[in-house]
């Protein structure tokens, strides 16, 4: 089983750039396909964005825009970049892999990351 380690959460303004990482070890990472998930206080966890094993397909929700998650196989690392950033984006991010990526994006994941905090200030 991969093991996942999120990095890049923090504190930021409204309006601000941040880049999530998401460094896997363990199986082959390239086996998988990778997502990003966020949970906001009082919230039930929700899918942000996924990516296929091979980077070629993305899938996003339709409630987020101007993220682009992105993958480097030879890193072992999937991103997610996070733009215009909004204090409603205020949430525990969570990395996640699954080999079916129709099943990671209905929530059905193999494994998840311990989270990384981002705060969004206005």
């Known amino acids: 089983q991969v093991q996942l380690v999120e990095s890049g959460g923090g504190l930021v303004q409204a309006g601000g750039s941040l880049r999530l990482s998401c460094a896997a070890s363990?199986?082959?990472?390239?086996?998988?396909?990778m997502g990003w998930f966020r949970q906001a206080p009082g919230k039930e966890r929700e899918f942000v964005a996924a990516?296929?094993?091979?980077?070629?397909?993305t899938y996003y929700a339709d409630s987020v825009k101007g993220r682009f998650i992105f993958r480097d196989n030879a890193k072992n690392t999937v991103y997610l970049q996070m733009n215009s950033l909004k204090p409603e984006d205020t949430a525990v991010y969570y990395c996640?892999?699954?080999?079916?990526?129709?099943?990671?994006?209905?929530?059905?994941?193999?494994?998840w990351g311990q989270g990384t905090l981002v705060t969004v200030s206005s």
């Open positions: 996640a892999a699954e080999p079916s990526p129709s099943s990671l994006v209905r929530g059905r994941v193999e494994v």
């Open positions: 363990g199986r082959t990472f390239s086996n998988y396909a």
């Open positions: 990516i296929s094993w091979s980077g070629g397909d």
